[in-house]
């Protein structure tokens, strides 16, 4: 008994609906260059600022750059951060130890 050569497996169609993301395509449904931002849309962000902050127990001042001006606010120093760092200095056996060693910390 012969066996049959099961034939090849076609070859995939090519898809005949257009690439929305393609730039070049014809399509009404390509976007183009509908969702990037023309130069200069956003401003530039601005420079670092520094903020002093002096540990009470210590007397030791700390100089924090904080950096760009984000929605978050990350460019301020909030005193929620001043009364946590207090907190945490005044009750050091509440603070975990560090993740990595820093020099001149037991």
């Known amino acids: 008994m012969a066996s049959q050569a099961s034939p090849e497996p076609a070859p995939p169609a090519a898809d005949p609906r257009p690439d ?34 002096t540990q009470p127990s210590t007397g030791r001042t700390l100089t924090l750059r904080l950096v760009g001006h984000s929605p978050l606010e990350a460019h301020t120093l909030w005193n929620g951060a001043r009364v946590t760092a207090d907190h945490l200095d005044a009750h050091p056996e509440r603070t975990p130890p560090p993740l990595f060693p820093v020099a001149g910390h037991n």
């Open 20 to 53: 929305p993301v393609d730039p070049d395509s014809d399509s009404e449904l390509a976007t183009g260059s509908l969702f990037t931002d023309p130069e200069g849309f956003y401003p530039p962000t601005p420079p670092p600022t520094t903020q002093a902050y």
